[in-house]
């Protein structure tokens, strides 16, 4: 691919190109596309959300009628809810490495903003079930956004 049709599908060539990828080769192609960051921010954007509601939501879940009826439930919840909790602490730091320092920053300001709507809602039957699903589609997308 020459590089007027790179720079017609990569605009963001020019930027990559100081950071010295290779320009018009298939393999420079998969870096510029890799390094571009379409997909992964999306990935990475949503992970933090998700943990950041499923942590938050167990926290609130104080009183026993929002807990599980079931000891072992209850417990894989708070397993869940906190492996949640540390996996978005360590996709903010991997944010500030990886990304530009607005897009953690941006991820961080829309998880308090969900653990806000979460509080002004109040509490709901639906909690303890909504919570664990959000705790496990989060840590199933922050392992996909390390593993990328």
């Known amino acids: ?48 959300l998700l943990l950041s509601a499923g942590s938050f939501i167990r926290t609130r879940s104080e009183a026993p009628e929002m807990r599980p009826a079931s000891a072992a439930s209850d417990m894989v919840w708070g397993l869940a809810a906190r492996a949640s909790f540390w996996m978005w602490l360590a996709l903010i730091v991997w944010g500030f490495v990886t990304y530009h320092w607005s897009q953690p920053v941006a991820a961080v300001m829309a998880s308090l903003a969900i653990n806000a709507l979460i509080a002004m809602r109040g509490p709901m039957r639906t909690w303890p079930g909504l919570s664990l699903m959000f705790c496990a589609a989060g840590l199933l997308s922050g392992t996909a956004v390390f593993v990328q």
């Open 1 to 48: 691919m020459g590089e007027r049709a790179a720079r017609s599908l990569f605009p963001e060539l020019d930027i990559v190109a100081l950071r010295g990828l290779p320009q018009c080769s298939t393999v420079g192609l998969a870096r510029i596309t890799r390094s571009t960051q379409v997909g992964f921010m999306s990935t990475y954007f949503m992970a933090m």
